[in-house]
Protein backbone atom coordinates (compact mmCIF):
# COMPACT_ATOMS: atom_id res chain seq x y z
CA UNK A 1 0.00 0.00 0.00
CA UNK A 2 0.86 3.22 -0.35
CA UNK A 3 -0.27 4.94 2.97
CA UNK A 4 0.94 4.45 5.78
CA UNK A 5 -1.08 2.36 8.13
CA UNK A 6 -2.38 3.71 11.19
CA UNK A 7 -1.15 2.32 14.74
CA UNK A 8 -5.06 0.46 14.23
CA UNK A 9 -4.05 -0.94 11.03
CA UNK A 10 -0.70 -1.38 11.79
CA UNK A 11 -2.22 -3.76 14.69
CA UNK A 12 -4.05 -6.03 12.59
CA UNK A 13 -1.49 -5.99 9.97
CA UNK A 14 0.63 -7.69 12.78
CA UNK A 15 -2.19 -10.00 14.91
CA UNK A 16 -5.05 -9.99 12.09
CA UNK A 17 -8.21 -9.49 12.65
CA UNK A 18 -10.04 -9.39 16.36
CA UNK A 19 -12.10 -11.85 17.83
CA UNK A 20 -14.47 -9.05 18.00
CA UNK A 21 -14.02 -8.15 14.45
CA UNK A 22 -14.92 -12.32 13.46
CA UNK A 23 -17.95 -12.00 15.88
CA UNK A 24 -19.07 -8.74 13.98
CA UNK A 25 -18.77 -10.35 10.43
CA UNK A 26 -20.26 -13.33 11.32
CA UNK A 27 -23.32 -11.58 12.27
CA UNK A 28 -24.02 -10.14 8.79
CA UNK A 29 -25.51 -11.96 6.64
CA UNK A 30 -23.67 -12.63 3.33
CA UNK A 31 -24.73 -10.41 0.34
CA UNK A 32 -26.73 -7.27 2.35
CA UNK A 33 -26.03 -4.31 1.75
CA UNK A 34 -23.45 -2.91 4.64
CA UNK A 35 -23.20 0.77 5.75
CA UNK A 36 -19.36 0.50 7.76
CA UNK A 37 -19.39 3.40 10.32
CA UNK A 38 -15.99 3.97 10.87
CA UNK A 39 -14.53 1.79 8.78
CA UNK A 40 -10.68 2.39 9.48
CA UNK A 41 -8.79 0.96 6.86
CA UNK A 42 -11.07 -1.53 5.71
CA UNK A 43 -10.15 -4.71 6.91
CA UNK A 44 -13.75 -5.96 8.14
CA UNK A 45 -15.43 -4.29 5.11
CA UNK A 46 -13.08 -5.98 3.01
CA UNK A 47 -14.42 -9.20 4.78
CA UNK A 48 -17.60 -8.55 4.17
CA UNK A 49 -17.21 -7.58 0.40
CA UNK A 50 -15.07 -11.09 0.42
CA UNK A 51 -18.98 -12.99 1.55
CA UNK A 52 -20.43 -11.18 -1.58
CA UNK A 53 -22.22 -8.10 0.38
CA UNK A 54 -22.01 -4.74 -0.79
CA UNK A 55 -20.35 -1.90 1.64
CA UNK A 56 -19.88 1.22 2.22
CA UNK A 57 -17.83 2.56 4.63
CA UNK A 58 -17.78 5.99 6.45
CA UNK A 59 -14.40 6.96 7.58
CA UNK A 60 -13.37 10.70 9.00
CA UNK A 61 -9.46 9.70 9.12
CA UNK A 62 -7.72 10.52 5.75
CA UNK A 63 -5.17 8.39 5.81
CA UNK A 64 -7.23 5.37 7.39
CA UNK A 65 -9.78 5.94 4.23
CA UNK A 66 -7.04 6.51 1.93
CA UNK A 67 -5.96 2.92 2.72
CA UNK A 68 -9.75 1.74 2.46
CA UNK A 69 -9.99 3.05 -0.70
CA UNK A 70 -6.64 1.04 -2.03
CA UNK A 71 -8.15 -2.29 -0.75
CA UNK A 72 -11.51 -2.00 -3.30
CA UNK A 73 -13.88 -0.37 -0.34
CA UNK A 74 -16.08 2.66 -1.35
CA UNK A 75 -15.65 5.37 1.72
CA UNK A 76 -17.30 8.68 2.44
CA UNK A 77 -15.04 10.51 4.25
CA UNK A 78 -17.68 11.82 7.05
CA UNK A 79 -18.10 13.20 10.86
CA UNK A 80 -20.57 10.98 11.71
CA UNK A 81 -21.42 13.53 14.56
CA UNK A 82 -22.11 16.06 11.56
CA UNK A 83 -23.47 14.59 8.83
CA UNK A 84 -26.92 12.25 9.12
CA UNK A 85 -26.53 8.36 8.28
CA UNK A 86 -28.22 7.46 4.92
CA UNK A 87 -29.06 4.15 7.09
CA UNK A 88 -32.53 3.22 4.69
CA UNK A 89 -30.21 2.62 1.79
CA UNK A 90 -29.14 -0.53 4.12
CA UNK A 91 -29.91 -3.86 5.63
CA UNK A 92 -27.41 -3.12 8.30
CA UNK A 93 -25.36 -0.84 9.98
CA UNK A 94 -21.73 -2.03 11.19
CA UNK A 95 -20.58 0.08 14.26
CA UNK A 96 -17.13 -2.08 15.19
CA UNK A 97 -15.37 -0.41 17.97
CA UNK A 98 -16.56 2.77 17.13
CA UNK A 99 -19.32 4.37 19.33
CA UNK A 100 -17.17 4.39 22.29
CA UNK A 101 -15.24 7.55 19.93
CA UNK A 102 -18.15 9.47 19.83
CA UNK A 103 -19.32 12.72 21.84
CA UNK A 104 -22.90 11.40 21.40
CA UNK A 105 -22.99 7.42 20.68
CA UNK A 106 -26.99 7.20 21.43
CA UNK A 107 -28.21 9.94 18.56
CA UNK A 108 -25.34 8.40 16.01
CA UNK A 109 -26.54 4.84 16.68
CA UNK A 110 -30.03 6.19 16.89
CA UNK A 111 -29.93 7.15 12.63
CA UNK A 112 -29.43 3.41 12.18
CA UNK A 113 -32.74 2.56 12.77
CA UNK A 114 -34.17 3.26 9.24
CA UNK A 115 -31.70 0.12 8.31
CA UNK A 116 -33.56 -2.34 10.36
CA UNK A 117 -30.34 -3.72 11.98
CA UNK A 118 -27.22 -2.89 13.68
CA UNK A 119 -24.09 -4.73 14.75
CA UNK A 120 -22.09 -2.97 17.22
CA UNK A 121 -19.18 -4.17 19.21
CA UNK A 122 -18.32 -2.11 22.35
CA UNK A 123 -14.90 -2.66 24.56
CA UNK A 124 -15.78 -3.77 28.32
CA UNK A 125 -14.02 -2.03 30.88
CA UNK A 126 -15.31 -4.48 33.45
CA UNK A 127 -12.78 -7.38 31.89
CA UNK A 128 -10.03 -8.36 35.00
CA UNK A 129 -7.51 -6.18 33.28
CA UNK A 130 -9.18 -3.51 33.74
CA UNK A 131 -10.25 -4.08 36.87
CA UNK A 132 -6.54 -4.80 37.93
CA UNK A 133 -5.41 -1.76 37.13
CA UNK A 134 -7.69 -0.06 38.80
CA UNK A 135 -6.91 -1.96 42.01
CA UNK A 136 -3.25 -0.76 41.33
CA UNK A 137 -4.71 2.96 41.30
CA UNK A 138 -3.70 3.16 37.52
CA UNK A 139 -5.87 4.50 34.94
CA UNK A 140 -3.50 4.26 31.69
CA UNK A 141 -3.82 6.10 28.77
CA UNK A 142 -2.96 3.95 25.44
CA UNK A 143 -2.96 3.70 22.00
CA UNK A 144 -5.39 1.33 21.47
CA UNK A 145 -7.40 -1.12 23.81
CA UNK A 146 -9.56 -0.76 26.97
CA UNK A 147 -7.76 2.65 27.65
CA UNK A 148 -7.36 3.66 24.34
CA UNK A 149 -6.99 7.79 25.13
CA UNK A 150 -9.72 8.67 22.45
CA UNK A 151 -12.07 6.47 24.25
CA UNK A 152 -14.80 9.52 25.24
CA UNK A 153 -17.35 6.61 26.92
CA UNK A 154 -16.54 3.34 29.02
CA UNK A 155 -18.74 0.40 28.52
CA UNK A 156 -19.66 -2.64 30.54
CA UNK A 157 -21.83 -5.92 29.30
CA UNK A 158 -25.32 -3.90 31.48
CA UNK A 159 -24.43 -0.37 29.94
CA UNK A 160 -24.28 -1.85 26.37
CA UNK A 161 -27.47 -2.97 26.80
CA UNK A 162 -28.55 0.34 28.16
CA UNK A 163 -27.00 2.43 25.29
CA UNK A 164 -28.72 -0.01 22.43
CA UNK A 165 -32.10 0.45 24.58
CA UNK A 166 -32.11 4.21 24.82
CA UNK A 167 -31.06 4.53 20.76
CA UNK A 168 -34.78 2.85 20.26
CA UNK A 169 -32.67 -0.56 19.72
CA UNK A 170 -33.75 -4.33 21.07
CA UNK A 171 -30.94 -6.87 21.84
CA UNK A 172 -31.18 -10.04 19.63
CA UNK A 173 -28.32 -11.62 19.93
CA UNK A 174 -25.33 -11.15 21.89
CA UNK A 175 -21.41 -12.62 21.82
CA UNK A 176 -18.54 -12.25 24.12
CA UNK A 177 -14.87 -11.47 22.85
CA UNK A 178 -12.25 -13.17 25.00
CA UNK A 179 -8.77 -12.26 26.15
CA UNK A 180 -5.97 -14.35 28.26
CA UNK A 181 -7.28 -15.21 31.70
CA UNK A 182 -5.37 -14.83 34.57
CA UNK A 183 -1.87 -16.91 34.84
CA UNK A 184 -2.41 -18.08 31.08
CA UNK A 185 0.83 -17.15 29.66
CA UNK A 186 2.25 -19.21 32.88
CA UNK A 187 -0.09 -21.78 32.81
CA UNK A 188 -1.16 -22.32 29.29
CA UNK A 189 -4.28 -24.81 30.18
CA UNK A 190 -5.92 -22.26 31.13
CA UNK A 191 -6.64 -21.94 27.10
CA UNK A 192 -8.76 -24.25 27.30
CA UNK A 193 -11.08 -23.21 29.80
CA UNK A 194 -11.11 -19.79 28.45
CA UNK A 195 -14.29 -20.08 26.55
CA UNK A 196 -16.44 -21.64 29.13
CA UNK A 197 -14.98 -18.20 31.47
CA UNK A 198 -15.95 -15.94 28.66
CA UNK A 199 -19.50 -17.56 28.57
CA UNK A 200 -20.50 -17.93 32.08
CA UNK A 201 -18.81 -14.46 33.32
CA UNK A 202 -18.73 -12.61 30.59
CA UNK A 203 -18.87 -9.43 32.75
CA UNK A 204 -15.20 -10.60 34.43
CA UNK A 205 -13.87 -12.10 31.55
CA UNK A 206 -15.30 -10.69 28.16
CA UNK A 207 -12.71 -8.15 26.31
CA UNK A 208 -15.91 -6.92 24.49
CA UNK A 209 -19.55 -7.54 23.70
CA UNK A 210 -20.85 -7.67 20.45
CA UNK A 211 -24.82 -7.08 19.95
CA UNK A 212 -27.44 -7.63 17.21
CA UNK A 213 -29.72 -5.48 17.21
CA UNK A 214 -33.01 -4.33 15.76
CA UNK A 215 -35.58 -1.50 16.74
CA UNK A 216 -37.68 -1.76 19.15
Known sequence: MNVVPTSYGALVAQNGLAASHRQVIDLVTPGSRVLDVGCAEGYVAAELLARGCSVVGIE?????????????????????????????????VVFADVLEHLRDPVAVLRQALPAGRAVVSLPNVAHWTARRSLLRGRFPREGFGLFDRTHL?????????????????????????????PLESRLPVLRRVRPLAVRTRPELFALQTVLELEPL
Open 153 to 181: HFYTRETAHELAGEAGFRVVAERFAGAPL
Open 60 to 92: RDPRAAAIARERGIEVLGLDVEAVPLAAARFDV
